[in-house]
């Protein structure tokens, strides 16, 4: 009788069973790629031999759309950059359109900035933080959490008018001061903010499925993150100290006591913890500028920059002129060139300005994090398991404004 081999990895079978890597699409219009990212993977089972981002499915317009606007009309398209966090990026469109000005805006006014600027920042940390848990399945925790995202829009809603798109700043100023009895509101929203914080934090935290989910996933080195230009809390979970607040102060930062949180590993489970202690810190600067908001006005007294109340307008020739200036040829800087970052949500936003002096910018383009982060994806996911995605894709925090701008 012949002998007969058992042996499953003889060369003959194995030439017979040779395998090939699989090509599929993740988005657009997958939930977890918000309906704008395309993830074109290749994966050998469920492991990621490589991965190709394709933005492209918002198509905003931003900086062309400047072009056709007034520096004040562009305001509105700032918050539909980053619609978590927009009053980051009001306030610094009209930082950079004051520094062409060579102007600065009363002490009150730099500190509601601050002030509103740091309620939007823990929106944006709130809304990543609890995506991303309820994508691993801890949806309480999510629950939690928006219901401390409700307060701040509460507070942001007293003041602006407005929860999600706010337009709230103005090129010299602010369209409103704050609401009489604002501070002691806060007071009592905070404490909630904090309670909310802390029962989150008690469902995750030693949480084994969401610590073996996170940890050593996406890790991204500190040379890296330098590399591809990464700011934000993608730079400092990798332990990068920079933060625009500090390394560039504006409006006033410089007088605020807060900690810059940094990771060590540059995981996923280091990004989730930068923003959750980030939050903290915000909350500390917010009651900081309570504390010690000065009197005075909100905006710069010059009637070519800023609108004139209404009473002037309807009762005076001077203050119907001064408004019908302002509002059909729109404030004129000078000529010139300028560059001003502010430090958003995601990471370093700053706006680039060409003026040629008339009362549209001739050229803008602004540094999005966002569209820099997704830089670095492709890279991150490879070598990882396809349900590694979502959580890494969270944790990124794309803004689908930010890309197609």
Known sequence: MAEVSNDWQSRELDDALHSKTMIINMGPSHP??????????????????????????????????????????????????????PICNNVGWVLAVEKLFDIEVPERGQYIRVLM????RMCDHITCIGAGAME????????????????????IEEVTGARLTISYTRVGGLRDDLPEGFADKMVTRFEKIRGFLADADRLISRNRIFQDRMSGIGVVSAEEAVAYGLTGP????????????????????????????????????????????EIIESLSICEQALKRLPGGPVSVDDPHIIMPPKDEVYNSIEGMISQFEIVFGGVKPPEGEIYFP???????????????????????????????????????????????IVPMFGMLNMIGGECDR
Do not use: W
């Not at 990068?240 to 560039?248: I, L």
């Open 234 to 277: 993608m730079l400092r979970a990798s332990g990068v100290n920079y933060d625009v607040r500090k390394a560039f102060p504006y409006s006033g930062y410089e007088n605020f006591d807060f900690e810059v949180p940094l990771g060590t590993k540059g995981d996923n489970l280091d990004r989730f913890l930068v923003r959750y202690n």
């Open 32 to 85: 977890a790629t918000h309906g704008t990212v395309r993830l074109i993977i290749e994966l050998d089972g469920e492991r990621i031999e490589r991965c190709d981002v394709d933005v492209g499915y918002l198509h905003r317009g931003f900086e062309k759309e400047c072009e056709f606007a007034d520096y004040n009309q562009v305001i509105p398209y700032t918050d539909r950059l980053n619609y978590v966090s």
């Open 136 to 155: 691993l399945g801890a949806f309480t925790v999510m629950l939690y959490l928006m219901q401390a995202r409700e307060e701040l829009y509460d507070a």
């Open 342 to 388: 502010v430090e958003g949500g995601n990471g370093e936003v700053g706006f680039h300005i060409v003026s040629d002096g008339s009362g549209k910018p001739y050229r803008v383009h602004v540094r999005a994090p966002s569209f820099i982060a997704m830089g670095i994806f492709g890279p991150m996911v490879e070598g990882h398991q396809i349900a590694d």
């Open 117 to 120: 600027s740091e309620l939007s």
